[in-house]
């Protein structure tokens, strides 16, 4: 029930539509209930985890699709300097 009310952008709670300010930006209560929107201590943390992932992810594919394109004459320069070697 909790999902389908957050699908909805309502409160978790009571199901009351007001929860929202302007769009991304949340009441520190909700009106009809009082419910406290308030984000835990380490709520960003597995978010950094996955931007980290998908950055490091990317550059390896990027690092590794150019040695690839240039094999085996690979330009060691490029590859050393953007790896941070």
Known sequence: ????????????????????????????RCLGCGYPFEHEEGYWVGAM??????????????LLGGIALTWPRVAWTHPLIASGC
């Open 1 to 28: 029930m909790k999902f389908w009310r957050a699908l909805r952008r309502r409160c978790p709670r009571c199901g009351s539509r007001d929860i929202w300010l302007r769009w991304g930006q949340l009441r520190t």
């Open 49 to 62: 985890i996955v931007n980290l992932g998908m950055a490091e992810g990317l550059f390896a594919m990027v």
